[in-house]
Every structure is written in C-alpha cells, then in structure tokens.
C-alpha cells in the first residue's frame, strides 16, 4: 500500500485463505463443549455471477461440478439471485463436509470465478436454535449469524458464539459485514 493510498483512506482487501475453512472442526469443539452448538451436516457455498457471457461460463462450470460429484451437492438459487452449492452430509462428518466444500471453493477459484464466490455457510444447532458460521472471502474472515425469524436476528448470542469460538476462527471485527443470510440452505 503507497503513501496515496493511507491519505486516501483506502486499503488493501484481505485476500481469501480458503485453507481457513479447515479450522472449523477445532471451532466446532469449542462451540459444542461451551455452548452447546452441534454441526447440522449441512452446508453450502454462495456466489453471484454477473449478466453475460462470464455468468453462462460460471454456469456450465457450476454444471460440470455438479456432475461429476455424483450428487453430494444440489444447486438452488435464492429470492435475492444468489446461487447456493448445498452439501448434505451426516452431523458428525464436518470433517468431510469442509474437504468437499473447500473443493468446491478451489474448483471454482482455480477455473477464475474466485470473484464471484461470496461465502461458505455451515450450519450448527442446539437442539432449539440455528447458527450459521459464515465465511466471507473478500475479507477473509468468519462471524456467527443466528437468525430468530424471518428478518430477525440474535445479535447477543452472535456476539457471545464471537467470544467462544474467536481463538480457533479468524473473525470480522467490523460489525457491519456481518451481513443476514436469512433464508440460507440449512439454517
């Protein structure tokens, strides 16, 4: 970053380390023994392509994935436009599940759509209550989302789930990019 740029108040974005996602069956421990918050099994991968020629190749690359993982992911497209990549696994395998979902990641990476890749999601439950630990890869960074209705949130326990689990999980300490995913696959 030049002199410019720091007068400007610009700064350079936090390029993503999808190898973090990896550090979610440690968190997962954590999150369990002190909170009582247990992995769903599921979790999912968001992106939004732009109109146009790079949405049709985003598309037939997303198609090709699809097939050849012999349908351990599904796709669905939310109210707001954005494509969601769902794995389904079984509660006890996020080891698995996190492989998979970082292989999607990389898939998408390497065949040059890492811009369009917006966050991993990765759902938990105490038996009452969902959560979502969500990954954000323009910021390179995780924050708890707790969704209590349909436009509602749970920003204590967010904030209480941050002080559990901040050790193990390299979190967004602006607040503001802690963005709703309401109606997220899983949650």
């Not at 040059?112 to 938990?124: D, K, P």
């Not at 924050?143 to 559990?164: H, W």
């Amino acid at each position: 970053m030049g002199l410019l740029d720091i007068l400007l108040g610009r700064s350079k974005a936090v390029p993503p380390n999808l190898d973090q996602l990896f550090s979610l069956p440690s968190a997962a421990i954590t999150l369990e023994t002190a909170a009582g918050y247990r992995p769903t099994g599921s979790g999912s991968v968001c992106f939004k392509a732009a109109e146009g020629g790079g949405f049709s190749a985003l598309r037939d690359e997303v198609d090709k994935l699809l097939a050849l993982d012999n349908g351990k992911f599904t796709s669905t497209t939310d109210s707001f436009g954005f494509t969601w990549l769902v794995r389904e696994t079984t509660p006890d395998d996020l080891e698995g599940l996190v492989t998979d979902l970082h292989a999607v990641n990389t898939s998408l990476v390497d065949a040059g759509f890492g811009a369009a890749l917006l966050c991993t999601l990765v759902s938990f439950t105490n038996g009452t209550r969902s959560l979502g630990l969500v990954y954000l890869y323009k910021r390179g960074s995780w924050y708890p989302f707790v969704p209590v209705g349909a436009d509602r949130r749970d920003n204590a326990t967010e904030l209480q789930i941050k002080s559990i689990v901040g050790a193990d999980l390299r979190f967004e300490p602006d607040l503001a990019r802690w963005f709703p995913v309401y109606g997220a696959p899983g949650l």
